[in-house]
T-cell receptor, first 116, second 111 residues
Framework: GAGVSQTPSNKVTEKGKYVELRCDPI?????LYWYRQSLGQGPEFLIY????????DSGLPNDRFFAVRPEGSVSTLKIQRTERGDSAVYLC??????????????FGPGTRLTVL | DQQVKQNSPSLSVQEGRISILNCDYT??????FLWYKKYPAEGPTFLIS?????DKNEDGRFTVFLNKSAKHLSLHIVPSQPGDSAVYFC??????????FGTGTSLTVIP
């Protein structure tokens, strides 16, 4: 079956612009995560959805970052007034199950965001 | 504040020998640990996991060891194969749903 997909694969934007990054999780997976991976670092947690609601958004760095998952499937990460420091690979992962963390996450290939 | 640390950024091993990748963590509340493998331009893929009630989990050529008192885990790959060359990330999770990742170790298996 299809894995997690993310679009676009690459996004180049100018400082101050607004961007949207999309994640299509594996069908039926109720849990969805967004991570940010900077060069030379591991994935850094941003936000976690259980169904339609953001169960944990404590990793969002500031109020320029926002994510939605209106129908409990596709999610969009939105970044306003982008800054050069936002340049990174943004990874999405999905997982089946509910509150138990004891199963694996499946990652998408990521969106490489470059802010000029 | 890095709660999961991989202190070796890179490792080179001869094909057929054992690869040992190490990971340390600071949060004693972590109770589930995972290893992910990542190829360039791809997302991380799950490799093997261990819960804190165990000290060893084996899956084919891959074995993960957990030492809770030392807050240390390691991934053993034996025998190592050229296709194992990738970046390996250690991750940990506690009561919440956040997963904390290390900075990764780049493994090169030399034919």
């Amino acid at each position: 079956g299809a894995g997690v997909s993310q679009t676009p694969s690459n996004k180049v934007t100018e400082k101050g612009k607004y961007v949207e990054l999309r994640c299509d999780p594996i069908s039926g997976h109720t849990a969805l995560y967004w991570y940010r991976q900077s060069l030379g670092q591991g994935p850094e947690f941003l936000i976690y959805f259980q169904g339609t609601g953001a169960a944990d958004d404590s990793g969002l760095p500031n109020d320029r970052f926002f994510a939605v998952r209106p129908e409990g499937s596709v999610s969009t990460l939105k970044i306003q007034r982008t800054e050069r420091g936002d340049s990174a690979v943004y990874l999405c992962a999905s997982r089946s199950g509910t509150t138990c963390s004891y199963n694996e996450q499946f990652f998408g290939p990521g969106t490489r965001l470059t802010v000029l | 504040d890095q709660q999961v640390k991989q202190n070796s950024p890179s490792l080179s091993v001869q094909e057929g020998r054992i690869s040992i990748l190490n990971c340390d963590y600071t949060n004693s509340m972590f109770d589930y640990f995972l290893w992910y493998k990542k190829y360039p331009a791809e997302g991380p893929t799950f490799l093997i996991s261990i819960s804190s009630i165990k000290d060893k989990n084996e899956d084919g050529r891959f074995t993960v060891f957990l030492n809770k008192s030392a807050k240390h885990l390691s991934l053993h790959i034996v025998p190592s194969q050229p296709g194992d060359s990738a970046v390996y990330f250690c991750a940990a999770s506690g009561a919440g749903n956040q997963f904390y990742f290390g900075t990764g170790t780049s493994l090169t298996v030399i034919p």
